[in-house]
């Protein structure tokens, strides 16, 4: 069966840096179009990453609030997922969550609605 396991969340002060992982079982990875969203205490969910499946290039897509801060990769061979935040801000606080989908593109917009998420990481900036 599918599992993401997100780690690397923790609590950060203002202009900060941190890496998120997102370790994957039961998915062809590179295949897949990965993506991370967050979910703000009070808010609905917010794409902020997604990267395309390697066959469609790995293209990266982000949202205008984390553009030029985010940074989206994979690491196949580790069947790994990794979202590279600096310069965090308190808006930045609330809970990542990984994500799958089979499609071999897709945009950060999309990410909420994947196929597949893990159980969340929480990223607290103050």
């Known amino acids: 069966h599918v599992q993401l396991v997100e780690s690397g969340g923790g609590s950060v002060e203002i202009g900060g840096s941190l890496t998120l992982s997102c370790a994957t079982s039961?998915?062809?990875?590179?295949?897949?179009?990965m993506g991370w969203f967050r979910q703000k205490p009070g808010l609905g969910r917010e794409g902020v990453a997604a990267i395309d499946s390697d066959r469609a290039g790995s293209l990266a897509s982000y949202s205008d609030s984390v553009k030029g801060r985010f940074t989206i990769s994979r690491d196949i061979p580790r069947r790994t997922l990794y979202l590279q935040i600096n310069n965090l801000k308190p808006e930045d606080t609330g809970v990542y969550y990984c994500?799958?989908?089979?499609?071999?593109?897709?945009?950060?917009?999309?990410?909420?609605?994947?196929?597949?998420r893990g159980q969340g990481t929480q990223v607290t900036v103050s």
């Open positions: 039961g998915i062809t990875f590179r295949s897949y179009s």
């Open positions: 994500a799958a989908h089979p499609r071999y593109r897709m945009v950060a917009s999309e990410v909420p609605l994947f196929d597949y």
